[in-house]
């Protein structure tokens, strides 16, 4: 499966972009999603989870309760709304997708395709 990454851009702290992340080329439903981030000189850090069905998510910590992760399965396309930014959100966010659908997933490694990323800068 190929994915795409969309949405990304500069916004000021406070506020908000909705990232999308477009699969061609694979049955969508047959891949649990996910987002991860990486900022310079940092390592890959999960940011978010959905299952194959959009009923199990998981969110990390430092975004719970600003950003939220959905599937549309129908367009076979994955979102990350993102409201509240803080300046410690920039960096490069990632989609990716991975065959195991029996459990939630926040490593790296557990996901098998990503896409190219996209930059998301707040500013302060």
């Known amino acids: 499966v190929q994915l795409q990454a969309s949405g990304g851009g500069l916004v000021q702290a406070g506020g908000s972009l909705r990232l999308s992340c477009a699969a061609s080329?694979?049955?969508?439903?047959?891949?649990?999603m996910g987002w991860f981030r990486q900022a310079p000189g940092k390592e890959r850090e999960f940011v978010a989870f959905v299952s194959w069905s959009g009923g199990a998510l998981k969110h990390a910590d430092s975004v719970k309760g600003r950003f939220t992760i959905s599937r549309d399965n129908a367009k076979n396309t994955m979102y990350l709304q993102m409201n509240s930014l803080k300046p410690e959100d920039t960096a490069v966010y990632y989609c990716?997708?991975?065959?195991?659908?029996?459990?939630?997933?926040?490593?790296?490694?557990?996901?098998?395709?990503w896409g190219q990323g996209t930059q998301v800068t707040v500013s302060s």
């Open positions: 080329g694979g049955i969508f439903s047959n891949y649990a």
């Open positions: 990716a997708a991975a065959r195991v659908l029996t459990r939630v997933l926040v490593n790296s490694g557990e996901y098998d395709y």
